[in-house]
């Protein structure tokens, strides 16, 4: 996630710019291969730049609070994070 974004969002946004910067870049008369040799690499570098922030582990501590939701967004419990020596199989 990245502002709230699913990292898939972000890399068609980047993508979908790419194309359009592309397209007017040719339709304005540059050279095709010029521009692909460019803007290619260009997209790969800002892809694997989401991907690193985006796909960050979470941070969470003992003691933290983590509000889990329902598929529709609806508050269902709040759970504590306990370490794992505090861990009990459920009966």
């Given at each position: 996630?990245?502002?709230?974004?699913?990292i898939?969002?972000?890399?068609?946004?980047?993508?979908?710019?790419?194309?359009?910067?592309?397209s007017?870049l040719?339709v304005?008369?540059?050279?095709?291969?010029?521009?692909?040799?460019?803007?290619?690499?260009?997209?790969?570098v800002?892809?694997l730049?989401?991907?690193?922030?985006?796909n960050?582990?979470?941070?969470?501590?003992?003691?933290?609070q983590?509000?889990?939701?329902?598929?529709?967004?609806?508050?269902?419990?709040?759970?504590?994070?306990?370490?794992?020596?505090?861990?009990?199989?459920?009966?």
């Amino acid at each position: 996630m990245l502002l709230n974004r699913p990292i898939n969002l972000w890399t068609g946004l980047v993508t979908a710019i790419a194309g359009l910067v592309t397209s007017i870049l040719v339709v304005a008369g540059f050279d095709p291969a010029v521009i692909a040799a460019i803007v290619g690499p260009s997209v790969t570098v800002l892809g694997l730049v989401i991907a690193l922030i985006a796909n960050q582990p979470p941070a969470v501590a003992v003691g933290g609070q983590i509000s889990v939701t329902t598929p529709t967004g609806q508050p269902n419990v709040v759970a504590t994070v306990v370490a794992p020596d505090e861990l009990r199989p459920v009966q």
